[in-house]
């Protein structure tokens, strides 16, 4: 498959399936802490980067042979809005499954009319919202030039009032980037100015491009969670790990692990749950795609990753 992969198992969806809509890696950010990579193609030009009917196709051919799913994400390996073709495939999906259909953002183009009116047949949309600094987001997501945090911001906004469905703001917290006093508290009043549906925090849970970015504790997390609770007054959870599994979809195990990896790096035991298989075959399988060069392992934060090799 060269568009569909999963499903993931995901901190915030549950089994994910996933639709790649945008070529590794052409991104409108090229944030620190991103875990598929340096991007490649810094950019906010919108472009059809595949052919639709391939795409509908692959998908189609693909959905009957899942079983357990939760929801089906547009993500991948770039940022999806960038595909100006996404509205298309939003509507054609909607018509052959009942599952939820989501967005995964940064959040960057939502200024964009055209990009509010892409969006507006999904389910859920979400964006995210690392900092409310123009330093600070030009120190942690690095973003086009023509982009500043309070086009930013005003976007997220202006489609949350008119969004039928929900949006859910995502706020990844970096050690000792945007993990301040002040800078929660500005957060906080863009959460106010967005109003979303929820707000989940994260940290750094994998490698990602610079090895500086690093994951706040447990703690931290939870008490920066207790603060934007009392300064927002709406729903603001922090995101736990993925528990679910039994996955029962039928997979050729190696290609579906490799196309996994290739998208986000994953330790043995996101693996074995997402694919329903005890540890000795999934270490069997991962040996077999070492030997043929098509992945790498790497210690992050005391847990070994696994990635695909891009050639």
Known sequence: MKYIYGPVPSRRLGLSLGINIVPYKICSYDCVYCEVGKTTNLTVKRESFF????????????????GKL???????????????????????????????I????????????????DLKNADVIIPSLDTADENVFKMINRPHPSLNINKVIEGIKDFTQSFKGELWLEILF????????????RLAEAIN????????LS????????????????????????????????PVEAIREFDKSNVDFLVNLDKAVLKMIAIRPCTMG????????????????????????????????GKVFFKGLHR
């Open 51 to 66: 052919p639709l009917k391939e795409i509908f196709q692959e998908f189609c051919d693909y959905i009957d042979k899942v």
């Open 70 to 100: 939760d929801y089906v994400t547009f993500s991948g390996s770039g940022e999806p809005t960038l595909n100006k073709d996404i509205g298309v495939l939003i509507n054609r999906v909607k018509d052959e499954t009942d599952k939820s």
């Open 102 to 117: 989501v967005v995964l953002t940064n959040g960057s183009l939502l200024w964009m009319d055209e990009v509010k009116e």
């Open 174 to 185: 970096v050690r000792g980037m945007n993990d301040t006093e002040d800078e929660i508290k």
């Open 193 to 200: 100015v967005i109003n979303p549906f929820r707000v989940q």
């Open 203 to 234: 940290t750094v849970t994998r490698p990602g491009v610079e090895d500086y970015a690093l994951p706040v504790g447990a703690e931290k997390l939870n008490s920066i969670k207790e603060e934007l609770s009392k300064l927002c007054h709406l």
């Open 270 to 301: 996101d693996l074995t749950r997402a694919f329903d298989v005890d540890e000795q075959t999934m270490k069997t399988t991962l040996e077999k795609l070492k030997e043929e060069r098509s992945i790498e392992q790497g210690l992050f934060s």
